[in-house]
């Protein structure tokens, strides 16, 4: 009988990275999806990538991972956002042409050795020994066929026993009309995974020669577009760029919506699953920003080759004729027609509480998941966590420790750390509040510090190495350079500080000096430093970035030394919790239950407190 390293159950944006890091690492990889015209498949937002997600595609561009050089091969437009802010929060954001990027994504996966797609439905789970852990032996499918395989990774996204609903229409579908997956959560709590209900919700799509543009604010994209991945050359992304538009709800919107709230299976209490507070509904917007006027709503296109028009803002599970009202009062959708009614879908996740950090289960191993699937909601996060995956499974059948990614390393350690340490009971979605480093980690230098270990992976070419250790040598050795440059004062250099309504110099100032005032940067202190070097634009933004915010980086590194010495204290994974007096009551079963393996991880589990991180540090102090 044939036998596979790794079999991913799901191709979604987490199937399709967890696939390819396991068959980029040299493991026979087997890949399901339920139709393959799903892969890759974006059901809602057609775009990659905004605050915090920008973040989490550059990493896992430095990691190897495929998500960066997909959208930079078939994006529509690119926005550099919230650049009029600190770096940290500047994000890069691309609209997708979503067709040509699920096209394009299929394709890599059909020409990448080790790797096989197979269209199958995975019905049920094989494992061995007792009844609530063990580990996975394989997978069955809809015709009854049995893969034997080492590890499983279960992406199967918002699938799970999905339905799909809006007004008094409900249809057990998965998202988009693809076949739901109606066997496997069954399968899953058969083993005791415990799964929750959870559900999200889309837009409608409308027919872009039934909108008025003039009436609405055009949007156009950088020039020129900088790109998702670091190995993207910045010039194969010259292309015409489409726009997107601005328009706004009004009164008449929000009134039909209060007279319909009855008729959304949100308010009529048909969906009882929970919904992302981060991603509401154009009716949860009226309800809960009642005093707003308006609500901003962009159009945005699905393609190129096709007239379909995303609205975005304007997710809804209200009926069809209610949708076509609301549509039509925005200012130029007054004629709009309706190509795909908005919906809310409910469906299965799994807690995942459950997993470790290597999102392997806790109960079940060589058993791995990633996605929608723990709980988290956004293409970018679900790609984040197929990729740890799929690099972890195959780092299990290699006999190797897994890959962690710790809060002070990337977006993607803080998305891991965040579902796996503190759970979540709605879909969770990424920001950069939720990053207590995050000035450390922007999405201009995940290469710095990710690439390193893409590369001990072998997800990283040693061509595509070499390149990354020259740019961090250019980066270091002209930092050194400028860090020892004075500037005289001169007529010349105090009439270009006035210019730039910067105070004037009367003495030598240090270059690092003159680069942390606000008005000035590396760049454009350039016709003051006849011996800088020509580097590469992203090497100039690093030594930029690098002096600019030395200070702040400097007091973000020493929390981080903090941070680390916590999550160096380990904790026994056999400590009776029970017996330690001291600890509160609460504290005891949440330690008990999610059995974290460091103090780190204990002071994040919700519920436990300093004081009972005091009284653990003194148990570990008196038990050694
Ligand atoms: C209607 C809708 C609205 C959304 N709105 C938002 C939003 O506003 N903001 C946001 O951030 N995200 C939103 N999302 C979420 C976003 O689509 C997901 O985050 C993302 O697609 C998750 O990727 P994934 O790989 O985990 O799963 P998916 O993309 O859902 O892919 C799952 C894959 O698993 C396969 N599969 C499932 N079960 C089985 C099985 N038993 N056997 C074989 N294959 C199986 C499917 O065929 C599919 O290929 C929305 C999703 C939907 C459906």
Not at 204 to 221: L, P, Y
Not at 227 to 246: I, V
Not at 279 to 294: L, N, Q, T
Not at 596 to 607: F, I, M, Y
Request: neutral net charge; contains cysteine; proline residues 5%.
């Amino acid at each position: 009988m044939e036998s596979w390293d790794v079999a991913v159950v799901g191709g979604g944006h987490a199937g399709c990275e967890a696939a390819l890091a396991a068959a980029r690492m040299g493991m026979k990889t087997i890949l399901f999806a339920i139709q393959l015209d799903s892969v890759a498949m974006m059901p809602c937002n057609p775009n990659i990538g905004g605050a915090s997600k920008g973040h989490i595609v550059r990493e896992i561009d430095a990691l190897g991972g495929q998500m960066g050089k997909n959208i930079d091969k078939t994006f529509l437009q690119s926005r550099m956002l919230n650049v009029s802010k600190g770096p940290a929060v500047h994000s890069l954001r691309a609209q997708a042409d979503k067709f040509r990027y699920a096209r394009e994504m299929k394709k890599t996966l059909e020409q990448t050795a080790n790797l096989t797609i197979r269209q199958s439905e995975i019905y049920a789970l094989q494992t061995e020994s007792s009844q609530d852990n063990g580990s996975v032996t394989g997978v069955v499918s809809e015709s009854g066929a049995f893969y034997a395989c080492k590890t499983v990774i279960l992406c199967a996204g918002t699938y799970l026993k999905a339905r799909c609903l809006y007004g008094e229409t409900i249809l057990n579908s998965g998202p988009a009309g693809f076949r739901a997956s109606r066997a496997l959560s069954e399968s899953l709590q058969s083993m005791g995974i415990t799964l929750l209900r959870f559900k999200t919700g889309t837009s409608a799509r409308v027919h872009k020669n039934t909108i008025d543009f003039s009436r609405m604010e055009r949007q156009n994209g950088d020039e020129p577009p900088v790109p998702f991945s670091f190995e993207t050359d910045p010039a194969a992304l010259r292309r015409k760029q489409l726009p997107c538009y601005l328009t706004y709800t009004n009164e008449d919107t929000h009134k039909i919506i209060r007279e319909n709230l009855c008729r959304s299976p949100m308010y009529s209490g048909v969906i009882k699953a929970a919904g992302a507070r981060y991603c509401p509904s154009i009716e949860d917007k009226v309800v809960r920003f009642a005093d707003k006027k308006r609500h901003q709503v962009f159009l945005e296109p699905e393609g190129e080759d096709t007239a379909e028009m995303y609205v975005a803002g304007m997710s809804t599970s209200l009926p069809e004729d209610v949708q076509e009202a609301i549509y039509r009062t925005l200012p130029g959708m007054e004629n709009c027609r309706i190509m795909r009614n908005g919906y809310a879908i409910e469906y299965d996740c799994i807690d995942a509480a459950q997993l470790k950090l290597s999102l392997e289960f806790k109960r079940w191993s060589g058993l791995f998941s990633a996605g929608q699937q723990n709980g988290s909601s956004g293409y970018e996060e679900a790609a984040a966590q197929g990729l740890a995956a799929g690099i972890n499974a195959a780092r299990f059948v290699q006999g190797k420790p897994p890959l962690i990614i710790d809060r002070s390393e990337g977006y993607i350690g803080v998305l891991i750390d965040d579902l796996t340490v503190k759970g979540t009971n709605e879909p969770y979605r990424m920001m950069t509040s939720r990053a207590e480093y995050r000035l450390l980690l922007r999405q201009d230098n995940a290469d710095a510090r990710l690439m390193p270990k893409g590369y001990e992976m072998g997800l990283i070419s040693s061509k595509r190495y070499d390149d990354f250790l020259l740019k961090m040598r250019q980066i270091e050795t002209e930092i050194s350079r400028v860090r020892k440059m004075i500037l005289p004062p001169s007529e010349a250099f105090n009439k270009f500080l006035a210019e730039h309504a910067s105070p004037p110099i009367d003495s030598g100032a240090a270059m690092p000096e003159m680069i942390k005032r606000p008005e000035l940067s590396y760049d454009l202190l350039r016709g003051f430093d006849p011996d800088r070097p020509g580097l590469p634009a992203p090497a100039g933004e690093q030594v930029n970035l690098q002096l600019k915010y030395e200070g702040y980086i400097r007091r973000q590194m020493m929390q981080v030394e903090q941070f680390k010495k916590l999550e160096s204290r380990l904790l026994p994974m056999d400590i009776d919790y029970s017996s330690i007096t001291g600890l509160r009551l609460e504290a005891r079963s949440k330690l008990d239950k999610l059995r974290p393996v460091s103090l780190g991880q204990a002071s994040r589990v919700p519920g436990v407190t300093p004081a009972d991180i005091s009284v653990l540090l003194i148990y570990l102090a008196a038990h050694g």
